[in-house]
């Protein structure tokens, strides 16, 4: 008999808004750093951009049916600040009103919504004014959630600040190959975090004060290093929570979740990093590590490793032709059982898997099927591995599959597809995959379409 998912756990499905929405000049909205980011030449390949993407915002009630045919507990999307806050001052009632209707859909046909505020699409007037760098970026995005919550916090009960930090900073502010391109040094960057970290903890606070039966969270990427036998368990936990390290600084967990989780930076990290934080960062942290009811957790592949002689890390490498995905992402679906245990044992909270997914090599067939099989075993590992996980103790509310749709990956245009529904970038037009139907009686079966065992990775 197989474990079953808990009662309320939420099957879900998740998007964002500028990966979707296009309808980039529609309802008052002002420009965001992604379509300013998206005309610098060689920014984003082919010349891509979201000025139409989807068309999410044009085909509403389609999107829906969609999301309602999975029959899925939960929809995570993004509001898109650009659409509400569109000049300083500025409230913008048709960027909330299209919210209204997305939340008034999901709960007719029975679906949760799941409101992300900050899925990377900061309104360009902002940036302009200093953008992360200036401390008043968090009262300006207390300002946008207490605009978005007075909308919309009588229907909607989770809330999640913030999308992957390390991703906004460490690819948008050190790396510069994600809005708004810029390249700083270490110092800064952590002022930017900072600052960032404080916009989430503001938020959450408007969330509490005006939804008193809110679910809180945020959704950073989680870096999970597991254990390739029981042994390693320890240094795999030690070295999931490790140290920002070398150039790869920004993509660790510790600098930005031991502040939220702990309410303290790590000890130990880079001087540069607790050089540039601002003056009196000390008394920002009570708000930055205000409790919170769940951790959102992003995860597509891990990292396995080993114990040595001595009790030290050893990096596992992995057989040639190990799973790997179009991204370049390993396949390793130990990570959604590592990582929510990991997670819960460090910081005490339930956690929910925010995204989990892959982009695969789907084409639409010449008899008119997407037999996307590999997203089929993706999702099929991932989630038994979650179940086991949740089996031996891990408190995990929730599984969201990314994405609903094939949509804009950012600086790579249309070229990856991440969907469960195929968008053909031409017409518009949505044909759900293989996968799509294979979800849909995973979810509709709570879990019980999953196998017992499954075969290893090979
Ligand atoms: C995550 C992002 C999401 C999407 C997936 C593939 O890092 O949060 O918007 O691009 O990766």
Redesign the pocket.
């Known amino acids: 008999m197989s474990l079953p998912f808990p009662d309320d756990f939420a099957f879900g499905v998740?998007?964002?808004a500028y990966?979707i929405e296009g309808a980039v000049d529609v309802d008052g909205r002002c420009p965001s750093v992604w379509d300013h980011f998206c005309t610098v030449p060689g920014a984003v390949r082919d010349g891509h951009d979201g000025s139409i993407a989807c068309d999410h915002y044009g085909r509403l009630a389609e999107d829906v049916d969609l999301i309602a045919g999975l029959g899925v507990d939960a929809y995570r999307f993004s509001t898109a600040w650009p659409r509400i806050v569109t000049a300083p001052g500025h409230i913008e009632e048709r960027g909330l009103a299209f919210y209204d209707r997305l939340v008034d859909a999901l709960l007719e046909r029975g679906v949760a919504p799941w409101l992300t505020l900050f899925?990377?699409d900061l309104p360009l007037w902002l940036h302009h004014r200093g953008g992360w760098l200036d401390r008043s970026i968090a009262d300006h995005f207390a300002e946008y959630t207490e605009a978005v919550v007075g909308r919309l916090g009588d229907r909607v009960k989770h809330w999640i600040t913030f999308?992957?930090p390390q991703?906004v900073f460490g690819l948008g502010h050190v790396r510069g190959v994600h809005a708004p391109g810029l390249r700083l040094d270490m110092a800064t960057v952590s002022r930017a975090i900072h600052h960032g970290l404080l916009a989430h903890g503001r938020a959450v606070s408007v969330i509490r004060d005006r939804v008193p039966d809110a679910k809180v969270g945020w959704?950073p990427?989680a870096f999970v290093d597991y254990p390739v036998r029981p042994e390693a368990r320890g240094v795999a936990a030690a070295a999931t929570f490790r140290l920002p390290q070398g150039d790869e600084w920004p993509f660790n967990n510790t600098w930005f979740t031991d502040p939220v989780g702990l309410g303290q930076y790590p000890e130990g990290a880079d001087p540069n990093l607790w050089r540039g934080l601002p003056a009196g960062w000390e008394r920002d942290l009570e708000t930055i590590g205000a409790p919170l009811d769940l951790w959102g957790l992003?995860i597509?592949r891990g990292r396995p490793v080993d114990v040595g002689p001595d009790g030290e890390l050893v990096l596992v490498s992995r057989v040639p032709g190990h799973g790997e995905t179009l991204?370049g992402w390993s396949v390793d679906p130990e990570c959604l059982y590592w990582g929510p245990r990991f997670f819960c044992e460090r910081y005490g909270k339930p956690v929910a898997i925010t995204?989990n997914?892959l982009?695969s090599m789907d084409w639409v067939h010449h008899d008119g099927t997407i037999p996307d099989l590999g997203r089929v075993d993706y999702l099929v590992r991932h989630l038994h591995a979650l179940r086991r996980a949740i089996a031996d103790g891990a408190e995990v509310l929730g599984y969201f599959q990314?994405?609903l749709m094939d949509?804009f990956?950012?600086e790579l245009g249309y070229a990856?597809r991440?969907g469960l529904v195929h968008v053909d970038f031409e017409t518009l037009e949505r044909t759900p995959k293989e996968s799509y139907a294979r979800y849909a009686a995973l979810c509709h079966s709570r879990g019980a379409t999953l196998p017992e065992d499954v075969a290893p990775l090979r």
Do not use: I, L, R
């Open positions: 998740a998007t964002s990966q899925h990377w999308n992957e991703c959704a990427v992003n597509y991204m995204e997914g982009a990314w994405s949509n990956e950012w990856k991440f």
